[in-house]
Nanobody, 111 residues
Framework: QVQLVESGGGLVQAGESLRLSCAAS????????MGWYRRAPGKQRELVAT???????NYADSVKGRFTISRDNAKNTIYLQMNSLKPEDTAVYYC?????WGQGTQVTVSS
């Protein structure tokens, strides 16, 4: 079955960086579009970034220039490099492939 396992969340101060990872199994990873979403307290889940099998990327306006999504097809893993983090980036971050979701990883940014 499809499994998506996130890691890399934590507590950081504003301006610092974190890198999230999502290891996928049960899919043909190299041709799969993958994405990162987040849900902040009291808000709906929102798109952060997506990456297509060919490497094309898409970002939410709120993270453009600060976050970078990438993939390593040899490791069936996607990454989200998050720089210049802000308190408003605090959320649970989820890895996604079509209808499949990971368990989420908490990112907390203190001011």
């Amino acid at each position: 079955q499809v499994q998506l396992v996130e890691s890399g969340g934590g507590l950081v101060q504003a301006g610092e960086s974190l890198r999230l990872s999502c290891a996928a199994s049960g899919i043909i990873f190299s041709i799969s579009t993958m994405g990162w979403y987040r849900r902040a307290p009291g808000k709906q889940r929102e798109l952060v970034a997506t990456i297509a099998g060919g490497g094309g990327t898409n970002y939410a306006d709120s993270v453009k220039g600060r976050f970078t999504i990438s993939r390593d097809n040899a490791k069936n893993t996607i990454y989200l490099q998050m720089n210049s983090l802000k308190p408003e980036d605090t959320a649970v971050y989820y890895c996604n492939h079509f209808r499949y979701w990971g368990q989420g990883t908490q990112v907390t940014v203190s001011s």
